[in-house]
């Protein structure tokens, strides 16, 4: 039975700690390291684990609703038709660069058009135990205001994210699975917009660049599964 992935989980809660150390920069312009940013995430991950250990149990129940795939997801797939397991990956993340910065992510019918979007990548059978960790990513995100991050100053500024995954190597293939390993890859943060340079050194404290990929090289791998002449990612880093 597909379990939510604790590397998906990890990396959602890093998007929202580097959030709440903008909320941070809004007041100081202290230097925000990436050492801080990995610090603040950490803090985050363990708050979060014990009200992850009942959402995961409930996860792993079969219900109804668990078993049914998102029918975007199911059109998605016909789109992905050639794309090669290295393409595959880098495109998981390509979505989620696309779905966090888009001016619709604070319209819940889109995000759920984005998260469905997202969803796509993965195994039909891995979808609905990481729906609720895609979805709920997004709406964080998206309830954001920059503004007030910033301490209500009205300037024109955004807050941009990017999941880069820019260097790749096919380990293994056969006729219906993949193994790709990622090489290079990086979780990104900085402030964009006309009115950055009023910002000074805080706008610079607060563009972050940190890696996302462990030193034990096995769990930099993604394992994929050919369904139908399309690739799916059905395991993640670390899972």
Sequence with gaps: MA???TWLRSLSVAALAA???TACGGQSAAPATPAATTAAAATVAATAAAEQAESTAVAAAPTEAAETAPTEAAEADTAALGDDPE?????FFAAITDAVNSPDIKDEAKRKEM????LSYMAPDERAANESTITDMLEQIGSRDISELLGGQNLDVK????FGVTKTK??????DTAKVEMLEANMKMELTGKDVDKLGETAKALSQEQSI???DTEKNIVSLQKIDGV?????????
Aim: a neutral charge.
């Design 231 to 239: 690739w799916y990612l059905n395991s993640f880093p670390g899972k």
């Design 213 to 215: 990929l462990s030193s």
């Design 115 to 118: 998260a469905e979007n997202i």
């Design 19 to 21: 959030l709440a150390m």
């Design 3 to 5: 379990k939510d992935s």
């Design 170 to 175: 096919l380990v293994e293939e056969t006729a």
């Design 87 to 91: 393409s595959r990956v880098k495109g």
């Design 159 to 162: 807050l941009h994210f990017v």
